[in-house]
Structures are given as structure tokens and as C-alpha cells.
């Protein structure tokens, strides 16, 4: 197909039409001006079904008003979203991330429209999606329609998150930051998680983290290794201080030798000028990313992941607060599994021992209603402020004095005395 340049958002979207199925482009790539037009056709249009992973900026077409125009299937949740989700005017869909792109390719959910930002395109045609392949790559490559954002803000990244613009249907230009992430310092208590987990991971690792305090305190505490290697659902500007140190070589990794891997990046401008035209960085389908058999073919691979809570048992909860869904299944287990697979490979669950409120995220049960993401089966460490629990392999009673020993300690009283009401264990 030949692209048509459209001179303004409102013209590029009129090729959405009631029933169809739209996603929307993730994370920093969120097409804000595409999604602000859409909405705009509310009148119009009825039974659109927004999909998406994490996006950016306003979600007006969540907007109650709405709700004949755009039905929404959120593979995660973001702070955008979450309130509606919790109102049942949005429909949360847990899914393993890695499998969301076969969801496309199978057309198991067939996609009509894909619309996403991405950068100039280069004096052959290709453009790329910049910061964000993740799951739009898949979206791009089976939607009937491409309606895209060309931002020259967004990165040109290696990887395979590149494209020509003959397969974009309908473009506008924008000249647009990106989102970003603003990096903020680690606190106290993360710097202490963060030096438990660093203390796990030994010279020549590859890593996996997610976005936040504690990855950014692991990172910071990684300083003095050697021959680091990053192969992640995402990057931040964590890396970036370890890499120009030498300390990220990824010269051990058994695939992408020598390169860092992420399905996408989420920082400051910092980080999307490090990943503009690097040749050390590829943007990936999380197909592959997130495949455990990419993972698992490593040695030695590190996962990081948090929680918003842990029972004495060791199930994870990740993704809701009782019966209220906050975030998503997203990567946690295709990670958790494929660093268990690794040879010398851990997987890491890090959280502090309580929120900033003071509430206990050690707890003998999870909410009623919590879903558990991590199995008990699964889970290998558990690192807080207080130390590392390794629940591997370890019987009901070995765990719950380990995870009592790195709760809060004006927890571990109470927490004694409930394990041996719950379960009759006596620590």
C-alpha cells in the first residue's frame, strides 16, 4: 500500500469505523493526538473496542460518556485506565505477556486498526517504532489499517521493530516529546533491597528488570561486577551509567551476543537518546523477548521482579490489591519461569516489607480476592530490606520462618502467631 499523509488527526482516523477493533501504540509511544481525534468521533462511532497494553497520557475514550462509542480490553493497566477498570466501565484481559502478539498473528483476536507513533523515516522509507515494540509490532502486521504519529523525538532503534512506510495506511506529522519517566532517588529502604539483590547476582549475569526504585537501586549497586549482559521486557536509564562503565558488555550472553535486549524503553530523554541509532540496542517482538526459551538459553540469567504482596507461602500477588485489578499479569512469569530454566539462573520477587503506609506486604494469606501471579511452585527468592528468603524446594514450614525472618519486625510477632493459627506452624 502507498501511505497518505493526512494534514491533520481528525482526517486519519476517519478511517475507524463503528465495530472495529483499534490498538493503541504503548508506553513513550502513546499517539496522543490519534487517540484525542478518535474520541472525538464519539457520536459517530459505536463499539470501537479499544486494546492496548500500558499506554500514556489521557484515556479519554474511558470516559463514562463514552461507553456506547468505546469498549476497552486492557491487556494491562496503567494509572490512565486503572479507575475505570475498577468501576467495570474497562475490562481487564490477564494474559501472559509474551503471548499477546500470537493473539494478532493467530487472528484469534483479529485487530482492524493500529495506531502508533513513529520516528522520520530514513531516505529509504524505513521508519522505526522507536521506543516501544513490544506487542505493536504484531498489531502493525495484522491490523487492516495503520494510522500513525511520524515524530522525529522518537528514536531510530535497531531491532526488528522497523518498518516501511508503504505499510502505514494513513500518517500525520507531530513534533511531540515523548512520555518519560523522571528518575527519582532511591530511598533508604530501596537501596537496602537493592544491595541484597546485587549480592545474588555474580559477574557475567544477564539481567532482567522492570521499572522504578528498586531496579534503578540494583542497578546502582552493580557497579563494581563485570561482564554484565541486559535482556529485558524493558529498560530505563538504569542502564545506561553501567554500560558506559563497562560493566554492561553482554559478551556472556548466548543469544544477541554482546547486544541489549528490551521489548521497550521507558525513562527520560536520557534513555531515548542512548537508544537512538545504537547499534549495542534492539527493540524486539516480546514474542522473543519474553519467549522462556530465549530466556532459559542464557546462563546464569537474573529475573527482577516486585509484588504488591507475598503470603507466608509464597504465592505472588502482582497485579491486584484483593478483588481490585491494578496492573496486569504482563512479563512477571515468562521471566520467573525461563531464569528457573537457566543454568545458574534466579528468579527474584523484590519488594519492601511494608507500603509507605506502614501496611505489612508480608502477610499470612493474600486478600480475599487477590489473584496470584507467581505461583508457589515458582517463586525462588524473596528479597526485602531485611534479607533474602530462597523458598525453593522448601516445605510449608522451612518457608513461612524464612519469609517471617525478612518481614518488617514488628510484623514477625503477629505473623508467628498467625502461621501456627492458619496452618498449625510453629517458627
Request: glycine share 8%.
Amino acid at each position: 500500500m502507498n501511505s497518505k499523509y493526512c494534514s491533520s488527526p481528525a482526517e486519519a482516523v476517519k478511517i475507524i469505523e463503528s465495530g472495529h477493533r483499534v490498538f493503541i501504540h504503548s508506553a513513550a509511544a502513546t499517539p496522543v493526538r490519534l487517540v484525542e481525534a478518535m474520541t472525538a468521533r464519539h457520536e459517530e462511532l459505536r463499539d470501537v473496542e479499544i486494546v492496548s497494553i500500558h499506554t500514556e497520557g489521557p484515556a479519554p475514550y474511558a470516559e463514562d460518556q463514552y461507553a456506547d462509542s468505546f469498549q476497552i480490553s486492557a491487556f494491562f493497566i496503567g494509572s490512565n485506565i486503572r479507575k475505570a477498570v475498577q468501576r467495570g466501565r474497562a475490562h481487564y484481559v490477564p494474559i501472559f505477556l509474551s503471548e499477546i502478539p500470537t493473539l494478532f498473528r493467530s487472528g484469534e483476536m483479529p485487530l482492524d486498526v493500529a495506531m502508533v507513533t513513529v520516528s522520520k523515516p530514513n531516505e529509504k522509507g524505513f521508519c522505526s517504532l522507536g521506543c516501544s515494540v513490544d506487542v505493536s509490532n504484531s498489531a502493525i502486521d495484522n491490523a487492516k489499517y495503520v494510522i500513525a504519529q511520524v515524530n522525529p523525538n522518537m528514536p531510530f532503534v535497531h531491532g526488528n521493530g522497523i518498518l516501511h512506510m508503504d505499510k502505514i495506511t494513513h500518517y500525520i506529522e507531530v513534533d511531540d516529546p515523548l512520555f518519560e519517566m523522571p528518575v527519582k532517588s532511591a530511598t533508604e529502604i530501596e537501596k537496602k533491597i537493592g544491595k541484597n539483590v546485587a549480592e545474588l547476582i555474580g559477574d557475567g549475569a544477564t539481567l532482567q528488570m522492570g521499572i522504578g526504585g528498586i531496579p534503578n537501586a540494583v542497578l546502582s549497586s552493580l557497579a563494581n561486577h563485570k561482564g554484565l549482559g541486559i535482556h529485558s521486557e524493558m529498560i530505563s536509564d538504569g542502564v545506561i551509567d553501567l554500560y558506559e562503565k563497562g560493566v554492561i558488555t553482554g559478551m556472556n550472553k548466548k543469544t544477541d551476543l554482546g547486544k541489549i535486549v528490551a521489548g521497550f524503553a521507558f525513562g527520560s530523554r536520557r534513555l531515548y537518546d542512548f537508544i537512538d541509532h545504537n547499534p549495542i540496542v534492539n527493540m524486539m517482538d516480546v514474542s522473543y523477548v519474553n519467549d522462556t526459551r530465549t530466556i532459559r538459553s542464557n546462563p546464569n540469567f537474573v529475573a527482577i521482579n516486585s509484588a504488591i504482596e507475598i503470603d507466608l507461602l509464597g504465592q505472588i500477588c502482582a497485579d491486584s490489591i484483593g478483588t481490585k485489578h491494578y496492573s496486569g499479569v504482563g512479563g512477571q512469569m515468562d521471566f520467573v519461569r525461563g531464569a528457573a530454566l537457566s543454568p545458574g539462573g534466579k528468579a527474584v520477587i523484590a519488594l519492601p516489607s511494608r507500603t509507605h503506609k506502614g501496611i505489612p506486604r508480608i502477610v499470612t494469606t493474600l486478600k480475599t480476592g487477590a489473584s496470584v501471579v507467581t505461583t508457589r511452585a515458582h517463586v525462588q527468592y524473596v528479597a526485602t530490606e531485611y534479607g533474602v528468603a530462597y523458598l525453593y524446594a522448601q516445605n510449608f514450614k522451612e518457608r513461612v520462618k524464612r519469609m517471617i525472618q525478612i518481614a518488617h519486625p514488628d510484623d514477625q510477632e503477629e505473623l508467628s502467631k498467625q502461621a501456627y493459627n492458619t496452618f498449625k506452624i510453629v517458627v
